[in-house]
Nanobody, 114 residues
Framework: QVQLVESGGGLVQAGGSLRLSCLAP????????MGWYRQAPGKERELVAR???????NYADSVKGRFTISRDNAKNTMYLQMNSLKPEDTAVYYC????????WGQGTQVTVSS
């Protein structure tokens, strides 16, 4: 069974930083475009950053210049470095493929206080 494991969330003050990690099975990680998603209370899940197997990246306008997505194919791990955090970044963060999702993991809670 495919299992995605997100970690690294926490409580941080506005302006602070966090680094999220996503461990994925090699069978899906190495060849797919992967993404970081987030879901705030009462809102739909949104894609905030994506990265191809070759390292090409794209970001949602809301996080551009503040978040950096990266991946280590040897470790089947993807990262999201989040800087200059804002209260509106508060959400549960998930990782998954960008197309043909596999079962979602539990996510990791990020809470940014003002």
């Amino acid at each position: 069974q495919v299992q995605l494991v997100e970690s690294g969330g926490g409580l941080v003050q506005a302006g602070g930083s966090l680094r999220l990690s996503c461990l994925a099975p090699g069978s899906i990680f190495s060849i797919n475009v992967m993404g970081w998603y987030r879901q705030a209370p009462g809102k739909e899940r949104e894609l905030v950053a994506r990265i191809s197997s070759g390292g090409r990246t794209n970001y949602a306008d809301s996080v551009k210049g503040r978040f950096t997505i990266s991946r280590d194919n040897a470790k089947n791990t993807m990262y999201l470095q989040m800087n200059s955090l804002k209260p509106e970044d508060t959400a549960v963060y998930y990782c998954n493929k960008v197309q043909n999702y596999v079962p979602w993991g539990q996510g990791t809670q990020v809470t940014v206080s003002s």
